[in-house]
């Protein structure tokens, strides 16, 4: 199976800063690869497939750059809502794949 | 709109098993695969495996062989996915989720069905 490891695992920053979260796949997975949000109680939302497509409704203060083994996800103008944990996922092989989440919250 | 409605929580023993459901609407049950994702606090969500509501074709995940079984009922564009021989490890939030375009890029999801076992 392919490994998602993301990095940080928390993050703590300020309105209005850059954040920027990390996804290393252990193996080339030529840029198939997602990213969701997921708020407490609530289902996973995407926001970014095959590495930097925007899903239709998600702010352009998200996006998403990479390729080969290495992926990211970065968020400009932090705002209040976008307090979540954050998952990468490949959908290059099965089984798919998800990271194993970052804990975006406000300073 | 696509929705996916998810049946409510369950509460089971040890050993036996259970069957959750997945309510499609807003679109061709028929076109799109129907997935299934396992959530358990503060670990990576995992996918247990598809099914394709109009042909009823599966693929599983290694993992999850022997313990899911997918299957659709295309009258009432429901899927279902019964785990068995249940243990405590199995507690969890199950989801049902839909692609769009590629397999895999899951857009829709519903809102989970809490699974746990304890005696």
């Known amino acids: 199976d392919i490994q998602m490891t993301q990095s940080p695992a928390s993050l703590s920053a300020s309105l209005g800063e850059t954040v920027t979260i990390e996804c290393l796949a252990s193996?080339?997975?030529?840029?198939?690869l997602a990213w969701y949000q997921q708020k407490p109680g609530k289902s996973p939302q995407l926001l970014i497939y095959y590495a930097n497509s925007l899903n239709d409704g998600v702010p352009s203060r998200f996006s998403g750059s990479g390729s080969g083994t290495q992926y990211s996800l970065k968020i400009n103008s932090l705002q209040s809502e976008d307090v979540s944990i954050y998952f990468c996922?490949?959908?290059?092989?099965?089984?798919?794949?998800f990271g194993a989440g970052t804990k975006l919250e406000l300073k | 709109q696509v929705q996916l409605q998810q049946s409510g929580a369950e509460l089971t023993k040890p050993g036996s098993s259970v069957k959750i459901s997945c309510k499609a609407s807003g679109y061709t049950f028929t076109s799109y695969d129907i997935s299934w994702i396992k959530q358990r606090p503060g670990q990576a969500l995992e996918w247990i495996g598809a099914i394709n509501p109009g042909s009823g074709g599966t693929g599983y995940n290694e993992k999850f062989k022997g313990k899911a079984t997918l299957t659709v009922d295309k009258s009432s564009s429901t899927a279902f996915m019964q785990l068995s021989s249940l243990t405590p490890e199995d507690t969890a939030v199950y989801y049902c989720?839909?692609?769009?375009?590629?397999?895999?890029?899951?857009?829709?999801w519903g809102q989970g069905t809490l699974v746990t076992v304890s005696s």
């Open positions: 193996e080339d997975i030529y840029s198939n």
């Open positions: 989720a839909r692609s769009f375009g590629a397999p895999g890029w899951f857009a829709y």
């Open positions: 996922q490949q959908n290059y092989d099965s089984p798919y794949t």
